[in-house]
């Protein structure tokens, strides 16, 4: 009973992060933009968070600065991309690359400091219970966060104007612009977002998952996101069930190595990859589904005539 | 232009001495236009004589370097097109402002404030769409509907605005004859409630049918406002280009020769979420003749395109056979070396690179078709050079200096070139996809002249195109594609332009192929 809840809980915490840097960006690409910089995004989420944890004692503030960077590097990428009008492909890979060296710099003086780890929540009485207690009811704000977040984006795709007009922009930046809608406004709100939920998951890096600095500890989260997000197809549901299923797999190849099952390490280490590939092109074979998703301009620059 | 008749109380809308200019380009130049409430208002012009500017700056998309609008005898700003919007102004596109991927409620919510709610506003399309006989299915993806359709949508979306004025951009570029009566009869109905419609067209039969008054203009300015009913077709031509428009003159049919381009058979599945199918196709293009395929825009017209000049395989290798070799697998160079040439729809980009030189853009359809241009991999600047200038020389491509970029050229000029190149070549098969789609009248006179020439001097060419016009002028034998279904192939003086109407809706599709749900 105990092992399984420990599975659980490590499955939910290798599955976080992946869920919130994919939400972000997911918002960022249906709005027609595609920022490869999720993983420098996060990186510097992680650096700067923990720094301010550790510098204030305070788990909160380093929250609330690993957002703040995520939004500026966020904005960074927006006011080349939209308002210089940059190839988006070339700042994405470039702000990665900034947000990895930065971030080896920035974190030089914190590598081996003792961290401030973010503490769970605890739910009187539903805490309380036999293995759904810890699992569910015991995590820090973090996860409920992520959850949130992502039922909160499905539900304005959905439901909301917002929703709407983001869709709209993805869909053709032409004859949202034609219609009055600012094309370039709608997309900077839309990669701050993506840079917000970007720290936050390196904040989930350096303050839960190892509450410690350790250089380039975002080791391809930001990609495994990105990925993410074109094989579930640009649906919220989706990227959560995804990012639980890399998880979960990812999760049990190392349990399997702990316990010596005769498979090649290596296999076991690609296997979350193609798990989680295979499963996510299964369910997105609806292929009305997929037209309505995928943001038809996405990664095109888009200047009006003005 | 004066400040005459019935002073300023009684117009709608006036706009006053407006300029814009881009650059050193001037667009409009103090251009002066008013409406009255229930007037149907043409706009008529040439390509880039400015028509497209001038309403953007009416609609709010665009702000004017200098004069002003007022509405209702007042002095307005329209900064955007919701501000347009808000005062009843409204607009539909000629390449329309639609979202594939939303579906036909989202896409009017987009251009409706207020609050959110799809149920409220499905009601309130669908009580405006069958008032005026536009029916509409709230819920389906714009995607899945056909152009004319799509267009109902722009209408009713403006329609539920209760507009004061409404813009019609080019609507009937993609509309059956019939989809263009129809539209008609709303477009009098709104007239007669009082709406002012501004309408923009190149097609003057319908002008001179449908408006009241027409403001023309030309390298933008006004050049003349006149009542359409009291001109004619051809002067009304005279007034937008300034000089008469020369009439294609075509010489009398040799007997046919044999087929030079044969489809059997073909069915292709879609390319891509948005791609046409192409359902059993067949299709034969003889030597001394222009064989015609109408249709609207998007209904498989690129596709047939593609696989025809081998941008595409087809299935099986018989069934696209050129001067009777099966070709359905080889590339297009290999085709062209069979004495095929094919010319594209999209000028820059397909037919030519933007950036390089007309020599280099030469070179690029030309390196395998003998004319030694190409010697053991190495370019032979000279000779294309050479042969640049004289596809420039006989088919009247103005630039202003000697290699100049393809994008430098006007679309008209563009397109005499990347037509001249092919001809040039003196192809004996000449596929060409909308051939003077978006080219001044000058430039699409000489064009089609052109490919009536070649075809009397034996060639096979097949035209595909969405412009009757255009057809009836230059096509020897017709045939319609309907959603990726090709009908029979008619003899020009055998069909009117009803039936080609009613075949451009899909009458036809039930008969070949796995038929789906059939338009109405």
Known sequence: MNGLEAVLLTIITASTPLLLAAVGELVTERSGVLNLGVEGMMIMGAVTGFAAAHTTGSAAVGVAAAIATGVAMALLFAFLTQTLAANQMATGLALTLFGIGLSGLIGQSFTGLPGVKLGAVYLPWLSDLP??????????????????????????????????????VGSNHHSAHALGYDVAGVRYRCIAFG??????????????????????????????????VVFATWSPNRVAVGAYLFGTVWIMGLYAQAIGVAIAPQFLASLPYLVTIAALLAISGNRTLTKVNTPACIGQTFVPDR | MENTDDGAAGHLLEAEEIVKRFGDFTANDRVSLRLRPGEIHALLGENGAGKSTLVKIIYGSLQPTAGRLRWHGEAVTVPSPAAARALG????FQHFSLFDALTVVEN????????????????????VSEEYGLPLDPTALVADLPVGVRQRIEVVRCLLQEPCLLIMDEPTAVLTPQEARQLFVTLRRLADEGCAVLYISHRLEEVRELCHRATILRHGRVVAQVDPG??????????????????????????????????TRLSLPAAGAFGVPLRNLSLEVRGGEVTAVAGVAGNGQSELFEVLSGERPAPTPESVTIAGEPCGSRDITERRRLGAAFVPEERLGHSAVPGFGLGE???????????????????????????????????????????????????????????????????????????????????????????????REGAAVLVISQDLDEIFEIADRIAVISRGVLSDTFAADGIDRERIGMLMAGAHEASPGPARDPRT
Request: aromatic share 6%; with cysteine; proline share 3%.
């Open chain 1, 195 to 228: 840079g917000a939920c970007a720290g936050l998951a390196g904040a989930y890096l350096s303050l839960v998952y190892t509450p410690q600095w350790i250089e380039n500890m975002a080791a391809g989260r930001g990609w495994i996101a990105l990925a993410l």
């Open chain 2, 361 to 455: 853009n030469v070179l690029l359809t030309r390196h395998a078709s003998g004319d030694g241009l190409v010697r053991t991999g190495f370019i032979n600047g000279g000779r294309t050079r050479a042969l640049a200038a004289r596809v420039t020389k006989r088919f009247d491509v103005r630039f202003s200096r000697q290699d100049q970029e393809a994008n430098a050229l006007s679309g008209g000029n563009l397109q005499k070139f990347v037509v001249g190149r092919e001809l040039d070549r003196k192809p004996r098969i000449l596929v060409i996809n909308q051939p003077t789609w978006g080219v001044d009248a000058g430039a699409a006179a000489l064009i089609r002249q052109a490919l009536v020439d070649r075809a």
């Open chain 1, 131 to 168: 293995l759904v207690g810890p699992v569910l009811f015991a995590q820090d704000v973090l996860v409920y966060a992520s959850v949130a977040i992502t039922a909160a984006v499905a539900w304005m795709f959905k439901r909301t104007r917002s929703g709407l007009v983001i869709r709209a």
């Open chain 2, 230 to 263: 009291a001109e004619t077709a051809g002067s009304l031509a005279r007034l937008m280009v300034g000089a008469d428009v020369q009439s294609v003159c075509v010489a009398a049919r040799e007997p046919s020769g044999v087929a030079a381009l044969t489809v």
């Open chain 2, 89 to 92: 102004i409204g607009m539909v």
């Open chain 2, 108 to 127: 009017i919510a987009l251009a409706v404030p207020g609050r959110f709610d799809r149920e409220a506003l499905a009601g309130r399309v669908a009580r």
